[in-house]
């Protein structure tokens, strides 16, 4: 029997619980005091902190927003919309996960039971930003593992493709391509997924990355808007009794009008800054596609770089040359599905601006009513993550020796470190993560800290802190010997699981990650074949009798 699943989607701005049963489908619980979500917000009163609703209902200047994308940023502080108060980052978000922990536990959910609850997080996270919200999350009352951080384009893609079987649509060798649009960051996943009648769907990674811009930047894009149409009425916020207060208020208005328009052409925009005089202003959809339209654009670039990379995950790779030459159209003909998550996505202009840029995909949008919900639904599905291969994987590769008599380490790769930079599908021929001096190398220079002599061994260690083996020659090991001499010690990672060493006394071994998935499908079905280059003279001289 499926064990009982609690999923937590902390957003940027709302934060939404769901849990899964024996009985069928994640279920969402409500848990804001009118709405199922609770917002992600608070405020310093009176030496308090106040989250949620009762900070929302405060004055907008004082409210501490996004405070999610401090990790994100690796940001201590955090500032009120108006700078008027200056925070510890992680007090808020303790704070606001406390609020959801006591509203939880009012649902008689198992929030402090082992192995229950699943938080989402951006895939862009590393493992330090992974293990901040972790903590935080386990200060605030839930029992999270190290392993039950999930990405959140990820989840809502698994939301999505268990929904398409429940309907009886099943999928073979599909490419759907997330593009999770949220408050604070931009995720796009490409999945592999092959799913049937009574059996788990396959679901493997096959390329993602991210950024840290999203509905927040195209807040602060309508506000400068805003000011602009201002402006030309004759009123600048400057000349206001409070200007900041004033930035505030437009600020909420800005969201506001945002949220309006996924519904309508056009909006009214009432500031209830009380001040001074902001006189209402007409808004329209296609102001907000305007205003739109730089941000999507940078998105189309993080689109074609997560699509090219998704042919250098390839054991064989690709040729270069080839890649580069290939266009946009060729690069999303493989595409059939593209998955619209994340509150961005409803927003109608979003969609429309794909569409165009994928004709050969259908454009799948969840339902108006559960697109807030899908992150937090797919984090509830009780059986279905052990087949996701992710692009970072969650393992850390450690050098143990001996030193002066005592036992000491270094990390060769550290759980979620990205394995290329978004340039090198321009570059090499395939993707892999180097240490100790390549461009991917998550601490450059770690490898002076090695001894100059000796032996020591190498081992894979998942984020419970169970060792993984490796495999040569059919065989298993928990650890492989690693002299240190003459040469320095090079280490070579690929997404397809093969592990490269090159130690110290010249000695070259390829082994493979025993628990790393395989990838099955995906790769031999990409749609424009990239076949090795090969040389053909375009006349034989002379002397060759071939």
């Known amino acids: 029997m499926a064990q009982r699943t609690v999923g937590v989607d902390f957003g940027t701005s709302t934060t939404l619980i769901a849990e899964s049963t024996a009985r069928g489908r994640p279920e969402v619980i409500p848990i804001g005091l009118s709405t199922s979500w609770m917002p992600s917000v608070a405020v310093a ?66 929030i402090a039971d082992p192995n229950v609850t699943r938080l989402g997080c951006p895939a862009m996270w590393d ?48 490419r759907v391509l997330v593009f999770d649009m949220g408050g604070g960051t931009l995720d796009v996943a490409l999945l592999d997924v092959t799913s049937g009648p009574r059996q788990e769907p396959a679901i493997y990674v096959m390329a993602s990355e991210g950024v840290d811009e999203a509905g927040d930047t195209l807040d602060e894009a309508i506000v400068s808007e805003f000011e602009e149409i201002l402006g030309a009425r004759g009123v600048s916020l400057d000349d ?111 969609g429309r601006y794909l569409a165009k840029r994928f004709p050969n995909a259908k454009l799948r949008e969840m339902p108006r009513n559960t ?58 021929d395939r993707l892999e993560y180097r240490w100790s001096d390549g461009a991917t190398a998550s601490r450059p220079g770690t490898h002076r800290l090695l001894p100059s002599r000796g032996q ?25 010997r690693v002299a240190f001499g003459h040469r320095d010690t090079s280490f070579s990672l690929s997404p397809g699981g093969d592990l490269t060493i090159f130690d110290g006394s010249g000695r070259f071994q390829t082994l493979r990650i025993a628990r790393w998935p395989a990838l099955s499908t995906g790769f031999e079905g990409l749609a424009v074949p990239i076949e090795e280059a090969t040389w053909v003279p375009e006349r034989r001289r002379s002397w060759d009798s071939k």
Request: glycine residues 6%.
């Open 45 to 110: 009163r009176d030496s308090q902190l106040l989250v949620a609703e009762e900070a929302w209902d405060m004055n907008p200047a004082a409210i501490v927003n996004s405070v999610k994308t401090c990790i994100t940023k690796r940001q201590e502080w955090v500032d009120s919309a108006d700078g008027s108060s200056r925070l510890n980052a992680d007090e808020v978000i303790v704070a606001i996960l406390k609020e959801l922990a006591l509203r939880a536990r009012a649902e008689r959910l198992p």
């Open 127 to 174: 493992a330090p930003q992974r293990e901040r919200l972790r903590g935080l999350a386990e200060r605030a009352g839930f029992a999270v593992g190290p392993a039950t951080l999930i990405d959140e384009p990820i989840a809502a893609g698994l939301t999505w493709i268990e929904n398409q079987s429940r309907l009886g649509r099943y999928l073979e060798d599909a």
């Open 240 to 350: 206001l009794p409070d200007p900041r207060l004033a930035r505030a208020y437009l600020r909420r208005a800005a969201t506001e009008a945002k949220l309006a328009l996924t519904d309508s052409r056009d909006t009214e925009v009432v500031v209830g800054y009380g001040g001074g005089t902001i006189p209402p202003m007409h808004y329209s959809a296609e102001q907000l596609e305007e205003a739109l339209r730089p941000q999507l654009d940078r998105a189309w670039d993080l689109i074609l770089s997560t699509l090219r990379a998704s042919y250098l995950t390839r054991d064989r790779g690709a040729v270069p040359s080839k890649l580069r030459k290939m266009t946009d159209e060729e690069l999303t003909k493989p595409i059939t599905h593209v998955l619209l998550a994340g509150g961005m996505s409803l927003i109608p202009a979003v």
């Open 371 to 428: 697109a807030q919900e899908a992150i937090c639904t797919g984090l509830a599905e009780n059986e279905s993550y052990a087949q996701v291969n992710l692009n970072r994987p969650a393992f850390n590769f450690v050098i143990d020796f001996e030193r002066d008599g005592a036992r000491d380490s270094v990390t060769l790769y550290e759980a979620y470190t990205r394995f290329y930079a978004p340039n090198q599908a321009f570059v090499t």
């Open 456 to 480: 020591g061994s190498l081992a894979v260690y998942a984020l419970d802190g169970s060792l993984v083996p490796l495999r040569l020659d059919g065989q298993s090991y928990d650890s492989m």
